[in-house]
């Protein structure tokens, strides 16, 4: 519970998965408040898709719980699901259906009536520019970025509280991107909260008011953007913090000569 007696909009409390000897994500503890845009950036293999994953209900945690309004999603999934939207990575979809048939079918299995669902995927559809000409085209022959802004469509469909988005931003285009952003955050103004992993931290920067960072599976950092930056630029503070050898450092000395 915060101050003002409401409970985040999400808890990771302990999560932990090992995949063979391998731990992907070490007892995390993560939290984000309601009415939060919350971003969770990590190196390449740091645990991010996993961790979204068993905070979601898409990958069983071995240990730890992750509590969505308060509601344990793994002890009571069906009520935790309806609080969420999620878009995860590398979303497998029907693929033989067009854009607004896919939310249709989104819409039936979610139990929303048929003139709520009709006039919620012709917004979406709009809005995520996949309406006109596009609509006759089936999801098999979509491009990367519009299975994401598809997977985000369905994933606002049900009007979730929460929408926990892994890499929404990847392979989008600039004017898709600043779409995006806008509709996030109007969602975020509207009272809705936002957990986002990405790789761009100009992106988390100019988008999210609190970060984490990860890395081999622990947290090293979180709170404000403004607190993690600690004056420098995320950029700069993510390095650090990860503590990676720069590209010059390592060299590639054979590359050039
Ligand atoms: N199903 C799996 N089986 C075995 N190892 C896995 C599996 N899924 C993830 N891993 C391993 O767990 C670690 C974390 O992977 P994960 O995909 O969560 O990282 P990530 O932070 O999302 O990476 P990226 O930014 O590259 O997408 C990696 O070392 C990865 O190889």
């Known amino acids: 519970m915060n101050a003002t007696g409401h409970p985040p909009a999400l808890a990771i409390a302990g999560l932990h998965k090992t995949f063979g000897d391998h731990v992907a994500v070490k007892r995390a503890e993560l939290t984000v408040a309601p009415g939060s845009f919350y971003g969770l950036v990590g190196p390449n293999g740091a645990g991010k898709t996993t961790m979204l994953s068993m905070a979601t209900g898409l990958l069983r945690p071995d240990e730890g719980r992750s509590l969505v309004f308060g509601v344990d999603l793994w002890a009571e999934p069906g009520k935790a699901k309806q609080l969420i939207g999620v878009l995860p990575d590398g979303l497998a979809m029907p693929e033989q259906l067009t854009g607004r048939e896919l939310l249709t079918f989104t819409a039936r299995l979610r139990g929303i009536d048929s003139a709520t669902a009709t006039a919620r995927a012709d917004e979406l559809l ?132």
């Not at 960072?213 to 993690?228: H, N, Q, R």
């Open 126 to 257: 709009a809005v995520m520019e996949l309406d006109g000409d596009v609509e006759r085209t089936l999801v098999i022959d979509y491009s990367t970025g519009m299975r994401k802004k598809i997977g985000l469509a369905a994933a606002m469909l049900h009007a979730p509280r929460l929408l926990v988005l892994d890499e929404p931003f990847e392979a989008i285009d600039p004017v898709s991107a600043a779409n995006l952003k806008a509709i996030l955050r109007g969602f975020v103004a509207a009272g809705g909260s936002v957990v986002l992993s990405s790789h761009v931290m100009a992106l988390v920067e100019q988008l999210c008011d609190t970060v984490a960072v990860i890395a081999k599976g622990t947290v090293l950092a979180e709170g404000p953007v403004e607190g993690v930056r600690a004056g420098k630029t995320l950029e700069e503070a993510f390095v650090e913090l990860v503590g990676a050898d720069t590209a010059e450092a390592k060299g590639l000395s054979w590359l050039a000569s």
